[in-house]
């Protein structure tokens, strides 16, 4: 195995980082992008609730129990209940886009690197021609083990570029997912946040 990096030459390096920065991406949006570490329950059965409940404290004490992007969603609204509903529409979709782009940060880097590592992998391969070529013209083709060299440079760069950059995107393309489906479960929750507050607004008013 060391052999075959060292056949890769310094192209390894670049690729190297870039297995390294996919990785790292990959392992802290696992640990981040868990469902029931964001949308909890606790908080889901409270905004249920709410339009039965005639204070709105019991929201306020399970959001700042469970703190997180859910949480600063609903208390977004709350904090801004007394005010007219489009109001709070603008807030809660403020407070949605942002939390959404907390979640789906890093994900650009992957797909970065799922993009980058295969053409880190071909510069290497055209690098690893290169060489053989000069050495060709340099010395003919009596040098089988420069040409070796220069061949396995190239196969060895374009093989490291693919290894690191097809599971880089299934990884992108799955954590994306991921994502969208907390983004969609607190944009649903938010919905309700509002249909409630508004409904409450037009109770107390006599409408």
Same mark, same amino acid.
């Given at each position: ?16 980082? /870039? &297995? ?13 992008? %868990? ?10 059965? *409270?905004?249920?609730?709410?339009? /039965? ?16 992007? +859910?949480?600063?969603?609903?208390? *977004? ?15 809660? %979709? ?19 690197? /799922? ?36 061949? &396995? ?17 299934? *990884? ?6 991921? *994502?969208?489906?907390?983004? +969609?479960?607190?944009? +649903? ?19």
């Amino acid at each position: 195995m060391w052999e075959m990096i060292l056949a890769g030459r310094y192209m390894m390096i670049p690729i190297g980082m /870039a &297995s390294l920065v996919g990785l790292t991406v990959i392992i802290e949006r696992l640990l981040v992008l %868990q469902k029931q570490r964001i949308v909890f329950p606790e908080i889901a059965g *409270a905004v249920e609730s709410m339009s /039965a409940s005639a204070d709105l404290s019991v929201v306020r004490a399970t959001c700042e129990r469970h703190p997180g992007p +859910f949480a600063n969603i609903v208390m *977004a609204g709350l904090d801004h209940s007394e005010n007219d509903w489009v109001i709070i529409r603008d807030v809660l %979709q403020e407070a949605g886009r942002h939390e959404a782009t907390l979640l789906s940060r890093r994900l650009g880097v992957l797909e970065t690197v /799922a993009a980058v590592s295969p053409l880190l992998g071909l510069l290497g391969t055209v690098l690893g021609m290169i060489r053989v070529f000069t050495s060709i013209s340099a010395a003919g083709m009596g040098s089988p083990q420069v040409l070796s060299n220069g061949i &396995s440079e190239a196969m060895v760069t374009t093989a490291a570029g693919l290894i690191i950059g097809i599971p880089a995107l299934v *990884a992108y393309n799955w954590l994306n997912a991921r *994502a969208d489906r907390i983004i +969609f479960d607190l944009e +649903f929750y938010s919905t309700k946040v509002l249909d409630t507050l508004r409904r409450r607004q037009k109770k107390s008013a006599g409408v």
